[in-house]
């Protein structure tokens, strides 16, 4: 037989949460803060670690999957839309204001991470092949973003399609990284290339 706290789940399920409410049951479930300001839009796909704190006006849209390690930090503005796909961010990483992440191809951000204010990761591409059509009817291919521990992306940094960071890189601001980045790696520019290895920092 279901108890009441079933039955009352499932009704919470069956229907759109008040955005209130899915930070208030975010915040008990998974014993973290969500601000009453979040946007949520389907909570119970989302999993977030012990300790962790979306502050502001941040917007989860978990038409796949979020999971949010523990002690883990998101500020006002950030924008994380899964498109179907996952998007997984480590333990400690932070993600500053306005950072914006698109899933469709799976984005897995490492533990203590830096994210900083306005940089973007998709994991989406359009098909532009075709210059008779419009770019918008030629569909979209989705490639894994991934992001391993202790990166630096810096403010306005974007991250394209397939492309992997590996651990304790920085990528400096402004940067539009289409390729992967090697280990200890300082990355920039428009496309970013290779600048220096960190242990060569005079």
């Not at 698109?102 to 973007?120: K, L, P």
């Not at 098909?127 to 306005?156: F, M, N, Y």
């Not at 980045?181 to 005079?202: C, D, M, N």
């Amino acid at each position: 037989m279901r108890t009441v706290g079933k039955l009352l789940l499932e009704a919470l399920k069956a229907r759109p949460l008040p955005h209130w409410m899915a930070a208030v049951y975010l915040s008990l479930r998974w014993q973290a803060f969500v601000s009453f300001d979040a946007r949520i839009y389907y909570p119970f796909r989302i999993r977030i670690g012990r300790g962790s704190r979306l502050i502001g006006r941040v917007t989860l849209i978990a038409n796949g999957a979020i999971e949010i390690g523990p002690q883990a930090e998101l500020y006002e503005g950030c924008f994380i839309h899964c498109q179907g796909g996952t998007v997984r961010i480590g333990q400690n990483s932070a993600l500053g204001p306005n950072v914006i992440i698109y899933g469709g191809g799976n984005v897995d951000i490492g533990q203590a991470c830096s994210i900083a204010t306005h940089s973007t990761i998709v994991s989406t591409s359009h098909h532009h092949s075709d210059a008779t059509r419009p770019i918008r009817e030629q569909g979209s291919s989705a490639s894994k973003v991934t992001i391993c521990d202790d990166v630096w992306l810096g403010a306005h940094a974007i991250v394209l399609a397939g492309v992997t960071i590996q651990p304790g890189s920085i990528i400096a601001a402004g940067a539009v990284v289409l390729k992967d980045v090697p280990e200890f790696a300082i990355f920039g520019g428009v496309p970013a290339r290779l600048l220096r290895k960190r242990h060569q920092e005079t």
